[in-house]
């Protein structure tokens, strides 16, 4: 069975900073590439980062460079986001994907709400 679990969001004030955490199980977690996403509310699920199997490759969203860090413990089958310089406009349900050719696994999402 596979599990992706998240953990870390919450409220935040502008400007702050939020760690969010994706434990893994039931698959061999370095073998997939890690993604964070996430949706606000009325609008599409968008991906905001991406790391390799490795760790080695990253990718960010334009609207979260230099603010957002991606990294991955994969003797922990953990990845992370660090967040940074936190905005209202992060406010979003945050989601963990694991993927792998034509397979795809999903984290139930965690919450991050950016507000004074």
């Known amino acids: 069975q596979v599990y992706l679990v998240e953990s870390g969001g919450g409220l935040v004030q502008p400007g702050g900073s939020l760690r969010l955490s994706c434990a893994a199980s039931?698959?061999?977690?370095?073998?997939?590439?890690m993604n964070w996403y996430r949706q606000a509310p009325g609008k599409e699920r968008e991906l905001v980062a991406a790391?390799?199997?490795?760790?080695?490759?990253?990718s960010y969203a334009d609207s979260v460079k230099g603010r957002f860090t991606i990294s991955r413990d994969n003797a922990k089958n953990t990845v992370y986001l660090q967040m940074n310089t936190l905005k209202p406009e992060d406010t979003a349900v945050y989601y963990c994907?694991?993927?792998?050719?034509?397979?795809?696994?999903w984290g139930q999402g965690t919450q991050v709400t950016v507000s004074s």
């Open positions: 790391i390799a199997g490795t760790g080695r490759d990253t």
């Open positions: 994907q694991a993927l792998r050719e034509l397979y795809a696994y």
């Open positions: 039931g698959f061999t977690f370095s073998y997939y590439v």
